[in-house]
């Protein structure tokens, strides 16, 4: 069939409105705040005027309205946050307290079977292993690269490849990964990488996803790939900020490269660091296409959020599901407290 | 400032969308049911006029399968003016699911599952059949078919497309040059293995890896057996939990299968031990075949699109089946095979009508011809069924002595038939005993 | 119009010859580290090139044979592309098809994100108000909502409105086709935005107060101060945050999947090339190819936009 640039008309019509629909709302509201306070400054400008020539008492001066700003600029976000993931996370709460049809309160049960399940005890130390391992490796690797290449010949080529595999999907990398994990028999050719190198250092060929718990870290690896890029970028910026001044003066003070690293280098990147590694330690608490793609979590390899898809849309058992959800939720804690000690640091700083 | 700026921008959409619609205008593509009075159509009459209504379709038939199904209700759609939009995925379980209960769900789904079915009656979604509808059901399907969508007494959809699982795949190329017959007991079976084995090379092949349906494959061959041992009363209670899971029954027929899955000297022809089983795609696991390096594989009817390009398969050409040999003659011919269900998620008009068509002879036979298609359906003319597997599986389907059973781990509940028993028999190829398999699968069914 | 627009400081804009990770690198053993770097980009790349040469690799070679073995014995063939691009399908020769859908998609799918998250982080940054620390904290949190809980609720909000106590407070959207992107659109808004607030918040942050405080003693209002000051100095961050959006949009499934629908009016290449896979399962020839024609466009993206995203970075540290 061939292709017909009209059919697709509409499709650009509608990706018009939709830009149409951008600029009217941000531009509108930028418009309106800057216009409403201007008209409202007026009038009081205006009021002032009035009480200088009657001689009457000045008006309060009122508290500038910062609160009313503050509202109309969180305006879209409360709203879409409200209707996208407020909700839902209340309703996932609601129900990981009914039973699989959302039709009966069962109180904890769903929380007992999580607690008592053996798999589903297994998947909750999987998750913990996951979180612990993909940004503290994928953070390692990244700031040491980024120190590596940095002022490197063809840095920004070396950081490309590193990059690479951000920008494919994560059932993508993990079907590249099970191509590398792929296993023949022995009086087979390989065909997996990994394999062949075992082979030819003169090995056995293995089945590498079948053993626990080699292939949960082989999954992370996975993880870890695509996630390498990101700590990479953001830290390799965070190093090129670093005040030329103060590493001169520390030259010139004699400090040793490893001491450089550590009393320059790293308080100064903190910040990135913080944000790389929050955000990796999020990302990696709802990991879902990886484990699915590669082994479904077969051999012992699931992680709640594959847990909780099963659960809640392959078995219908919404209750199970949605409890294995709020547990993703109380797992976030530790890296909501240690972000508010963060905001009240900065804060006094 | 800004304001300026966005008129600006108005006015230039306001002269692309212009120049957009100028073009459209030169194409029109307007479809026109219009030939509703021509020669073809006087089959159709009874169906209506339901000119320029709309009915929505989802199943997980994708890719050439769909533009299959499309072709096969060409003619009604043209005749009776009725618009059928369907869409094929391949997360079709679990987004049916998101659909519905997002209030979106489509009109018609096919559904493979007897079980999923069932949960979608039993949380009220699902509409029963119109009187039409079922009248053509139980004119074109046996009672044994259509007891798998009915509940409480109600018809929830008529079968659609089916499938034979309870075949053996060979290569009558290398039965004929090693003068090696093919088996019509189990014991022949199991003597024909013992000779390929003792010859050098390992007799089976098998693999159930499946993405994220992992384990499915295995099931399969569990069910076979435990249709062929105890037979299909008792395979009846297994699937409806009469008896428990991990029945002795159940124990012998699973490690029945195991003398096969499970033996060293048996498997895995082409690809390694009997842990590789796990770790080979259900894809791939037949291939060896073609090289000569395996010679029997047990997998359904719809294996037939699986083998490389150029593979002959008929009865005299590089690959075929033959069927499953029976265990204990007392207990019939049985046949394990699946299908789809059209079930409704709606009941206007239009809906009922396109049901009804989907549920008639003529639908059947508009499909079949079309090609890798098998259908339960008693109407379909096997001379419309181009493909010798699928020739071979009709057969089978409408032979009276055939004791037909659905999948078994389609009709249990979800977190069972798709969950436990799937990665229960992962586990029992990776070396977990079979008591400790079925206990575990057992304690899962609440 | 006699408010001075307060100068942008230029330091950022200094050349530093030499940062203390360029010391470190020097000092070390550059040749070490050298080899190090080399070693790590390879194993970040061998598993792509493996999977791209594959890709030109004949069904039957890819199923039997190393990837590596094409340096021994070259077979190359364009067959994979030819079968993903214009596909045995009748409705895959419309691959630009998709291909459109998903740009139509991914623009305003980050654009959004982008303008509310920066309004917010602005305001949690600099407007003083109370609870904005909890506010702040609590969209933060949001980041750990799994989106598959989100589908249904959201989906029903569009297909069946809200409904309060028997009463209709909003309708459905009943949207119909191409229409349908505006779901789309408003999902991965909804999805993005407490990631985009926190990554932004950052940045704007760390922006130096007595920028701020200058601004608002010469009297200008926050809205001003958004335009003509943050917004120049976070266009970087914004980029930064765009790069990630855009290639979480165009690599995702599920999202389109539910609320686009598979016909090719609206979904993207994403839910073709899923589909590609076949209906029975997964082939290795069609995945290869496949994969990197969904690369190819947030490459080209990332390559082109590499320098912004950089600078976006470096911007978020003027303080030092």
């Not at chain 1, 709020?326 to 909501?336: A, H, K, N, Q, R």
């Not at chain 2, 169906?47 to 929505?56: A, L, P, Q, R, S």
């Not at chain 2, 008529?158 to 290569?171: D, E, M, Q, R």
Request: hydrophobic share 50%; net charge neutral.
């Amino acid at each position: 069939m061939e292709f017909d640039f009209a059919a697709e008309q509409p499709k650009f019509l509608m990706l018009m409105y939709g830009l149409i629909a951008f600029v009217a709302v941000v531009g509108g509201l930028l418009l309106l705040l800057d216009v409403v306070p201007a008209w409202f400054a007026r009038r009081r400008e205006a009021q002032l005027v009035a009480a200088s020539v009657s001689g009457a008492p000045l008006p309060r001066r009122g508290k500038p309205q910062e609160g009313l700003f503050a509202l109309f600029f969180l305006l879209p976000t409360l709203l879409l946050l409200a209707v996208g993931l407020v909700g839902p996370a209340i309703r996932t709460t609601l129900l990981s307290f009914m039973d699989a049809g959302s039709n009966n309160w069962v109180g904890l049960r769903n929380y007992g079977w999580m607690f008592s399940d053996p798999t589903i005890l297994r998947v909750l130390t999987n998750t913990l292993i996951w979180v612990i391992l993909v940004p503290l490796v994928a953070t390692s690797f990244g700031l040491i690269y980024a120190v590596l290449v940095d002022k490197a010949r063809l840095e920004a080529v070396a950081k490309s490849l590193i990059f690479l595999p951000m920008a494919i999907s994560f059932v993508g990398a993990s079907i590249i990964w099970k191509f590398v994990y792929a296993y023949r028999s022995e009086e087979q050719q390989q065909i997996g990488l990994l394999n062949q190198i075992v082979v030819s250092l003169g090995g056995e060929p293995k089945q590498w996803l079948l053993d626990s718990p080699l292939n949960t870290f082989l999954l992370i690896v996975i993880m870890v790939w695509i996630q390498a890029g990101f700590a990479m970028v953001v830290l390799s910026a965070a190093i090129k900020a670093i005040p030329a001044d103060i590493v001169e003066a520390a030259r010139l003070d004699g400090v040793s490269p490893w001491q450089m690293f550590w009393q320059i280098t790293m308080p100064s990147i903190r910040p990135a660091l913080i944000v790389v590694v929050v955000t990796l330690s999020i990302a990696t608490l709802k990991v879902f296409d990886i484990v699915r793609t590669a082994t479904n979590g077969n051999y012992d390899t699931s992680v709640i959020a594959n847990e909780m898809y099963n659960q809640a849309f392959r078995y219908g058992q919404n209750g199970q599901g949605s409890a294995l959800a709020v547990f993703l939720f109380v797992l976030v804690i530790p890296i909501v407290i240690y972000q508010i000690r963060n905001l009240r640091q900065q804060r006094e700083g | 400032m800004a304001f300026a700026r966005s008129r600006q921008t108005l006015a230039i959409a306001g002269v692309l969308g212009l120049a957009l619609g100028v073009t459209a205008c030169g194409t029109g593509n307007d479809k026109k049911s219009g030939n509703a009075g021509s020669a073809e159509c006087t089959a159709y009459e009874k169906y209506g006029d339901n000119d320029g209504k709309k009915v929505t379709i989802y199943s997980s038939i994708r890719d050439i399968e769909a533009d299959r199904l499309n072709e096969s209700w060409k003619q009604f759609e043209d005749c009776t003016g009725i618009d059928i939009d369907h869409e094929g995925s391949g997360e079709f379980e679990a987004q049916l699911g998101v659909r519905v209960d997002g209030g979106n769900a489509p009109d018609l789904a096919f559904i493979p599952q007897p079980g999923l079915l069932k949960r979608f009656v039993d949380a009220g979604k699902l509409k029963p059949v119109g009187a039409a509808t079922k009248t053509e059901a139980e004119a074109n399907y046996s009672p044994d078919w259509l007891k798998y969508s009915t509940l409480n007494g109600q018809l929830y959809g008529a079968p659609l497309g089916s499938n034979v699982k309870s075949f053996v795949w060979y290569s009558p190329k290398m039965f004929k040059d090693k003068g090696w017959t093919v088996p019509t007991t189990w014991d022949e079976l199991i003597k024909l293995s013992d000779t390929i084995a003792a010859s050098g090379t390992k007799p089976w092949c098998a693999g159930i890896e499946s993405g994220d349906a992992t384990g499915w494959p295995a099931t399969d061959w569990i069910e076979d057996v435990l249709l062929r041992t105890a037979g299909p009363e008792v395979y009846d209670q297994w699937t409806t939990h009469g008896i428990p899971f991990n029945d002795p029954k159940v124990a012998d027929a699973l490690n029945r299968a195991g003398t096969i899955l499970k033996n060293d000297k048996y498997v895995n022809a082409g690809f390694g031990g009997v842990k590789s089983i796990a770790t080979t795609s259900f894809q791939e696991a037949g291939v060896p075949i073609t090289t000569g390096k395996c010679a029997l594989h047990r997998q359904a009817s719809f294996y037939a699109n699986q083998w490389p390009q150029g593979t002959k398969v008929a009865e005299d050409g590089d690959v075929f089946a033959f069927y499953f040999p029976a265990i204990d003659p007392a207990q019939g011919k049985p046949v394990l095979g699946g299908g789809e269900f059209v079930a409704a998620f709606n009941d206007r008009p239009e809906v009922q009508v396109v049901q009804t068509y989907l549920a008639s002879g003529e639908y059947a036979n508009s499909r079949a011809k079309i090609g890798d298609w098998v259908s339960a359906n008693k109407k379909l003319d096997l001379a419309n069924v181009p493909n010798p597997v699928d020739k071979l599986s009709v057969q089978l389907l409408q032979d009276e002595k055939t004791v037909f059973r659905f999948d078994g781990s389609d009709l249990m509940p979800a977190a069972v038939g798709a969950g436990t028993f799937w990665k229960g028999m992962v586990e029992w190829i990776n070396g977990k005993d079979t008591a400790a398999v079925l206990n575990g699968i057992e304690g899962s069914w609440k | 119009m006699t408010t001075a627009t307060p100068t942008v400081p230029t330091g950022a804009q200094a050349i530093r010859k030499s940062t203390a990770a360029g010391r470190v690198r020097k000092r070390l053993n550059s040749r070490t580290a050298t080899l190090v770097s080399i070693v790590i980009a390879i194993a970040w790349t061998v598993p792509t090139v493996g999977l791209f040469v594959s890709s030109f690799r004949p069904e039957n070679e890819i199923k039997t044979t190393g990837w590596w073995t094409v340096f021994s014995n070259p077979q190359f063939t364009l067959e994979n592309y030819q079968e993903v691009l214009f596909g045995r399908s009748s409705s895959s020769g419309q691959l630009a098809s998709y291909f459109i859908n998903s740009l139509a998609i991914t623009i305003p799918s980050v654009l959004f994100p982008l303008a509310f998250a920066a309004l917010a982080a602005y305001a949690l940054a600099w407007i003083n108000f109370r609870g904005r620390d909890w506010l702040y904290i609590a969209i933060f949190a949001l980041q750990i909502v799994p989106l598959q809980m989100a589908l249904v609720p959201l989906l029903r909000f569009f297909s069946t409105g809200v409904t309060i106590a028997g009463v209709q407070v909003l309708p459905a959207w009943d949207l119909v086709d191409e229409q349908k992107f505006a779901q789309v659109w408003f999902a991965h808004t909804c999805f993005a935005l407490p990631f985009a607030v926190f990554l932004l918040h950052n940045f704007i942050s760390q922006l130096p107060a007595d920028l701020m405080e200058a601004a608002r003693v010469d009297g200008a209002t926050h809205p001003r101060i958004f335009r003509t000051i943050v917004l120049p100095l976070i266009t970087p961050a914004l980029a930064a945050f765009g790069i990630f959006q855009f290639l979480w949009v165009w690599n995702d499934l599920l999202v389109a999947l539910i609320f686009a629908g598979g016909g090719n009016e609206t979904a993207p290449l994403t839910v073709r090339l899923a589909e590609m896979a076949g209906s029975r399962g997964n082939e290795w020839q069609r995945l290869t190819a496949g994969a990197f024609v969904s690369i190819v466009v947030p490459l080209i993206v990332f390559l082109s936009l590499q320098r912004y995203f950089v600078r976006g970075l470096l911007a978020g540290s003027v303080k030092g």
